[in-house]
């Protein structure tokens, strides 16, 4: 059995925010300790290095998976920690390490109470490793494991080779507040994903065109906001009734400007919903050329109605790579469930691909847009 005892934390991208990184590491520790409550466990801080510490050791792999997916993190390694004393260290570094390959032997001595050099403390280690097996080689510069000694002061040392990657970004909540239009697609989560990585706070809005959309259309974002749920804790999600929308772009408006003109009401009501909630973004999951809805001009004739700034994480991206992270955050295969979204209700055969923006304010000006919106807005 694995008696991995304690995981060491490593954050980066933290150093490089100068006056701000006390705030930021307060964020993060937050959230590590959020992201593993109803775990018994223990948080250390030592040296500007982080540790979990005192877990039964059958949650470990639950809590390395969950620690995997708290941003700010850049990697951690599973390690040993013991008292300092070099004959068991060198029983430990024998009983952990893989029994091949090439390898190196690091120490770090903090405490000053080891009156060997690290160097020679390294190479006795090393030494134990090399003959504990004929299949296993130094190599300072060529390996394929590292073996890492951090003798602290307190007289404990920490012993490891396992390096995990971690999300990397900057911790959640540190980037302020934005609005995601999130549909059931594939491309909404992964936009959520990449905001999030940045530190913004997501609020969802999910437009639902209930009955001609089923309950399962619904239930797919319930379940992408449960999956996204290690990244983004508690993210809120507005439902926003949008059939009576629909139904008058449909009945008064030329069928090829339907999505365009949908689009816009989208944008109108998340904006509302962002300025009502303190939010000062929008985030879509489009990408420039996918799909009609998607030209410049399109993209022109939906912006022109908001006046919050609008990310699109993913415009510059191809689909193989959007659905390469889908993959990894696991919500594509909830998103290509084949539940309709509301998108395809009074789908046009042609839609308009170079929509004109005179056009399309010509067009919507047949509806008492205010009125639409507010009345979806009081059933959301
Ligand atoms: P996705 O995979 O995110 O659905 P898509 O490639 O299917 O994207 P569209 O259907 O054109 O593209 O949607 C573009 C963007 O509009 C979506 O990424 C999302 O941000 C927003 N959107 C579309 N449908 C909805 C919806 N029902 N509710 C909320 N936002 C939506
Ligand atoms: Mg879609």
């Not at 951090?150 to 911790?171: H, Q, T, W």
């Not at 008058?248 to 989208?266: G, L, V, W």
Request: aromatic share 10%; net charge neutral; glycine share 6%.
């Amino acid at each position: 059995m694995d008696n991995t005892n304690c995981i060491l934390l490593r954050f980066g991208e933290l150093f490089l925010k100068g006056g701000n990184r006390a705030y930021f590491e307060s964020v993060l520790i937050k959230n590590i300790k959020s992201a593993l409550k109803g775990f018994k466990f223990k948080f250390v801080k030592s040296q500007g290095r982080y540790y979990i510490e005192e877990f039964p050791n059958e949650d470990l792999e639950e809590i390395i998976s969950l620690l995997t997916k708290v941003f700010g993190l850049y990697s951690l390694s599973p390690a040993y920690k013991i008292k300092t004393d070099i004959e068991e260290i060198k029983k430990l570094a024998v009983k952990i390490s893989p029994a091949e390959g090439k390898f190196r032997v690091t120490v770090n001595r903090a405490d000053a109470s080891v009156n060997m050099r690290s160097m020679d403390i390294a190479r006795d280690i090393g030494a134990e490793m090399f003959m504990s097996s004929n299949r296993l080689t130094v190599d300072l510069f060529n390996y394929d494991f590292e073996l890492s000694v951090d003798m602290r002061e307190n007289g404990f040392s920490y012993v490891f080779y396992k390096k995990i990657a971690c999300a990397g970004g900057l911790p959640y909540g540190t980037g302020g507040r934005a609005v995601l239009l999130l549909s059931g697609g594939i491309d909404s989560p992964v936009s959520a994903y990449q905001m999030a990585k940045r530190g913004v706070i997501i609020h969802a809005v999910h437009y639902h065109s209930f009955p001609y959309t089923s309950e399962l259309a619904l239930q797919k974002v319930h379940d992408i906001a449960k999956k996204l749920a290690p990244y983004i804790p508690d993210m809120r999600l507005t439902v926003v009734p949008f059939t009576d929308i629909q139904t008058e772009i449909h009945k008064n408006c030329p069928s090829d400007f339907m999505i365009t003109i949908m689009r816009r009401f989208m944008m109108r009501i998340a904006e509302r919903v962002a300025k009502e909630n303190g939010a000062g973004a929008l985030i879509t999951g489009e990408s420039l050329g996918q799909v009609a809805s998607q030209t410049i001009e399109s993209i022109n004739c939906t912006n022109a109605v908001v006046s919050l700034p609008v990310f699109r994480p993913l415009i510059g991206m191809d689909k193989e790579d959007i659905i390469a992270i889908a993959k990894k955050i696991d919500t594509y295969e909830i998103s290509i469930r084949p539940h309709q979204d509301c998108c395809t209700v009074f789908l046009p055969k042609n839609p308009v691909i170079h929509p004109k923006l005179k056009d399309a304010e010509v067009y919507e000006s047949k509806l008492d847009i205010t009125a639409l919106e507010d009345s979806a807005l009081q059933k959301s």
